[in-house]
């Protein structure tokens, strides 16, 4: 059994007859759905619908309105206080429980984890799952990040600060629900999602680099900008980068000149032969 401690991850608990309607206003992710059983992916953004961190959140079966938020377990105190900011009046208790946060491997053959994992609520079982509680750890936090690199999802504040859901895919993540009515920063992607294109797009990318850094440009042959790198790890990343570019195969490069060979995420709701100046281009999910 393959089993990774998130200890970078950390939980929020909300709770009180007025969580539900309160995070409603907040978040991307429609919660009136949310059991027990599952778990869902949201955002929080910011007045401009920049985000301000991202969630996974459960709803624990023993505890009658109480939501958990899983988050950077070093932004923990700066959100605490933030929602704090936001309650005012509401009857909304908000606590930091100790609860430790795994990550499961697909093939794990423990019934007794498996009994109480959570598929992650992003790309869904073939990536893997939550476990909140005890767990003997397998694996360790490098292969999580290894894997999630390979994917193509971005996670955490340093990855995601500021920018729009979209660039990051936060529409083929199922974190954003488009009839759920207002939240912070929703006029922002309500009117980027209607008008459909999305230029620049996270992706995954393989490397040989040695010295490749976070926030170093991504060029094209002729030397010009077409994106950033967001994270790198034991030669994997992921940069938001021309969609076009990616699409059409073009050539990418590091700022030394390093090949840095990107592909469309398996996950993606689209055909990867696209082009974005087609009006059969990637749209934002429905």
């Not at 606590?95 to 053959?109: A, D, L, R």
């Not at 393989?206 to 790890?233: E, P």
């Not at 490069?253 to 281009?281: H, M, R, T, V, Y």
Request: charged share 25%.
């Amino acid at each position: 059994m393959q089993i990774a401690k998130l200890a970078h991850r950390a939980l929020l608990s909300l709770k009180g007859p007025e969580t539900l309607p309160f995070l409603q206003g907040l978040l991307t992710k429609d919660l009136n759905t949310l059991d027990s059983t599952k778990c869902a992916y949201s955002f929080l953004l910011n007045a401009k619908g920049r985000i301000v961190a991202d969630f996974i959140i459960y709803k624990p079966q023993a505890a009658e309105n109480e939501i958990l938020l899983e988050t950077d377990a070093d932004r923990i105190e700066h959100l605490e206080k933030l929602f704090t900011l936001y309650r005012l009046r509401k009857k909304v208790e908000i606590t930091k429980p100790s609860t430790e946060i795994f990550f499961v491997f697909p093939g794990s053959n423990s019934n007794e984890i498996n009994e109480r994992c959570f598929v992650d609520p992003r790309v869904g079982q073939t990536f893997g799952s939550r476990f909140l509680g005890n767990a003997k750890e397998t694996s360790n936090s490098d292969d999580y990040l290894r894997r999630r690199l390979e994917w193509g999802i971005g996670e955490g504040y340093a990855e995601l600060k500021d920018q729009i859901p979209l660039n990051i895919n936060g529409d083929f993540l199922n974190g954003i629900s488009y009839d759920k009515g207002c939240y912070i920063g929703q006029e922002l992607i309500a009117r980027t999602h209607h008008t459909g294109i999305i230029r620049s797009r996270l992706l995954p990318f393989k490397t040989t680099a040695k010295n490749l850094k976070s926030n170093s440009s991504v060029l094209d042959s002729n030397g010009k900008r077409r994106g950033k790198v967001i994270k790198i790890f034991d030669g994997f990343g992921i940069s938001i980068v021309s969609i076009e570019g990616v699409l059409t195969k073009q050539k990418f490069l590091s700022e030394d000149g390093e090949s840095l060979e990107f592909s469309i995420p398996k996950w993606w709701p689209i055909e990867s032969n696209k082009n974005e100046n087609d009006s059969s281009a990637p749209k934002a999910s429905e």
